[in-house]
Nanobody, 120 residues
Framework: QVQLVESGGGLVQAGGSLRLSCAASGIIFSINAMGWYRQTPGKQRELVAAITSGGSTNYADSVKGRFTISRDNAKNTVYLQMNSLKPEDTAVYYC??????????????WGQGTQVTVSS
């Protein structure tokens, strides 16, 4: 089994910064893509940013130029640096990893979520 543990959420004023981390552990052969999603009450979970094992990235239009996703393959960890935060960034942020385990080539795992609240 694979576990994803997120950290780094919290309360910040508009214009501030936060850095989220997500570490994967368990029986992992390799990790393909990793990403961050967010969800607010009554809305679908949406992709914020994703990064492939080779380092290619893509971002939601709403966070381009403000958020940066990165990963440390040696540590099976993905990061999300969030700058110039806005109240509309308030959400629960979830980490996702597409993992090559010893059983299957590709299986999706989710973290438990971390709350990010941006006050105006």
């Amino acid at each position: 089994q694979v576990q994803l543990v997120e950290s780094g959420g919290g309360l910040v004023q508009a214009g501030g910064s936060l850095r989220l981390s997500c570490a994967a552990s368990g029986i992992i052969f390799s990790i393909n893509a990793m990403g961050w999603y967010r969800q607010t009450p009554g809305k679908q979970r949406e992709l914020v940013a994703a990064i492939t094992s080779g380092g290619s990235t893509n971002y939601a239009d709403s966070v381009k130029g403000r958020f940066t996703i990165s990963r440390d393959n040696a540590k099976n960890t993905v990061y999300l640096q969030m700058n110039s935060l806005k109240p509309e960034d308030t959400a629960v942020y979830y980490c996702n990893a597409d993992v090559h385990t010893v059983v299957v080539i590709s299986q999706s795992f989710w973290g438990q979520g971390t709350q990010v609240t941006v006050s105006s």
